[in-house]
């Protein structure tokens, strides 16, 4: 999607004023081609974008740190002016690292996370984009696109100190609940602008949503009766840098699925992100598995530093283009890759995938034909054009309710160095592809529910189709107008349900994909794994 043209970047070209707020890299992805270098500076854009790194020395201009982006000098003069700070707040809400309040702070083994929103930082965003962005857009006359990316709930949900090693309350409890309210604060802040300037308001459309959903994080359990994973990589006790305790035993480890697949495959692992002294046989450090060069007693293993491993006896290039698979931890699911794309190794991955208690879909690269038990990546559109390499599987993992079929009380398994009971997402889950979203404006229906299918692929479609702005697309991924929310337009037709299932494993399991196709769109609901004969509608979400 970083080849496509953004929607800040055709109205800027169309004569609109442009400003993005938020998390660094999301906020500069929202105008890319205007995130130049100039030496080892970034160039002033023509689009405002303030981020985490904005630090501006009104005394000296050139003297940026070198991840601020230049902002315009009028800007500058009226945040001086009204006494607004030209350094973005950390996320520490003034207090130290390792302190509670500190909603950039995760914890650590056996230490909670975070017990506060991301206030300070979030409130100084909203004051800068009222008091200062908006104000200049309109004294200019032209008309304005802005997004404002809110760090709150996910900086929160992610990093919450509520539930330490537990599932309940997981991202459900009172710092989750305080960091969605900080994330209304902001929204609130930005309606009661728009109600002050009652002429803007008349002209203006705001569209909210969330970029995915949430799940509390389970390292250990996999269905909400407390049933524990029995996979090799959990029966045994992991230690950190300092000596301490990282992962006890019965929980998963971060890079469990590398181990894993190591093991079952009886080949060595290398850490992909820690290289090895001058003159080890491999670029990488390898990661013990208490096999028998190893010294280490038995029941003390390694783990990848940041999940992603390196599987091969040998692997001699930086590239790691010699192993025998590449697995990138990734949250919710992983990603394996073959570098020498052998049909063989994929198949005796997805054999050893099966016998993993955890897993809960599997999709394999469609070069490599139907294998049994799997669906192909091109099912989840992740066969196209794109330069990267694309992985040869894609491995789901377990996602369960605490109340059965209540997707606000989801977990699942998520290979992160987040604790069990923090908050992730990445996975296949309905509680992950289920958000929240809502539009208001002069442009879209009053008080109508939008029962059709609708994804975040969509909201630039019809944004632009509302401010008249022509899009063409270089990829086939482009979502759909929203027509049936916008003022009058016929209502949303009902949209066809199409779980694709496939063949069964030699242990019956199968791979089940729910999915719904409107206005010539497939969204996707969830994935999990059946030995049932009979696939229900709520297979996934009901367990």
């Not at 800068?128 to 709930?153: I, N, Q």
């Not at 999990?528 to 009979?534: D, P, Q």
């Amino acid at each position: 999607y970083l080849n496509e043209q953004t929607l800040l970047e055709a109205a800027r070209l169309k004569g609109y004023s442009t400003a993005a707020f938020g998390k660094i890299g999301p906020a500069a992805i929202q105008d890319i081609r205007q995130v130049t270098a100039q030496g080892e500076r970034f160039g002033a854009p023509q689009t405002i974008i303030i981020d985490d790194a904005t630090a501006y020395n009104v005394y000296d201009p050139n003297n940026l740190a070198p991840q601020s982006i230049p902002l315009p000098e009028a800007l500058v003069q009226r945040m001086v002016k009204l006494n607004i700070p030209l350094e973005t707040p950390g996320r520490n809400n003034g207090f130290g690292d390792k302190s509670p309040y500190n909603n950039g702070y995760g914890g650590g083994p056996g230490k909670p996370g975070t017990l506060r929103p991301n206030s300070l930082q979030q409130a100084w965003m909203a004051d800068v984009a009222t008091r200062a962005v908006l104000p200049m857009f309109v004294e200019s006359g032209k008309p304005f696109v802005m997004l404002f990316w809110s760090r709150d709930p996910d900086a929160t949900q992610h990093n919450n100190g509520d539930s330490l090693n537990q599932l309940s309350p997981g991202i459900n409890g009172p710092t989750s609940v305080a960091g969605v309210r900080n994330a209304d604060r902001t929204l609130q802040a930005l309606l009661e602008w728009l109600d002050k300037n009652p002429e803007v308001k008349a002209q203006t459309d705001i569209f909210v949503t969330s970029d995915h959903g949430f799940s509390t994080i389970s390292r250990r359990e996999l269905d909400r009766t407390g049933m524990a994973t029995k996979a090799p990589s959990a029966q045994h006790v992991y230690y950190g840098a300092n000596g301490e305790v990282d992962t006890p035993k019965g929980s998963l480890p971060y890079g469990f699925l590398a181990i894993d697949l190591a093991w079952a495959l009886q080949t060595k692992l290398w850490d992909a992100d820690v290289l090895a002294p001058a003159g080890s046989r491999s670029p990488y450090k390898q990661v013990k598995l208490a096999t028998d060069e190893f010294s280490a007693p038995l029941d003390v293993w390694e783990r990848p530093s940041h999940g992603n491993g390196f599987l091969g006896q040998n692997v001699r290039k930086l590239d790691g283009s010699d192993a025998m698979a590449i697995v990138a931890a990734n949250g919710g699911s992983d990603l394996v890759y073959v570098p020498n794309q052998s049909a063989e190794t994929v198949q005796r991955i997805v054999n050893a995938l099966f016998k993993l208690d955890y897993v809960d879909g599997i999709f394999v690269d469609d070069k490599y034909g139907k294998l049994a038990g799997t669906l192909p990546l091109s099912s989840l559109d992740l066969v196209g054009s794109g330069k990267l390499p694309r992985p040869a599987i894609v491995v789901g993992f377990k996602a369960f309710y605490l109340n059965g079929g209540n997707v606000m009380q989801g977990a699942h398994i998520s290979d992160t160095p987040l604790q069990e009971g923090q908050g992730n997402h990445g996975g296949f889950g309905r509680e992950v592809t289920w958000n929240n979203m809502a539009a208001i404006g002069p442009d879209f229906k009053n008080g109508y529910l939008d029962k059709a299918p609708v994804a975040n692929s969509d909201i630039v479609p019809t944004l632009a189709k509302i401010l008249g702005l022509e899009m063409p697309s270089n990829g086939k991924l482009r979502g759909r107008v929203l027509e049936e929310s916008l003022a009058g337009r016929p209502a949303a037709g009902a949209p066809v349900a199409k779980p694709e299932v496939s063949e069964p494993a030699e242990s019956g399991s199968r791979t089940v994909l729910f999915m719904q196709e409107y206005g010539g769109q497939r969204y996707f609901d969830a994935v999990c794994m059946t030995s049932a004969k009979t696939i229900e509608p709520e297979l996934c979400t009901k367990r």
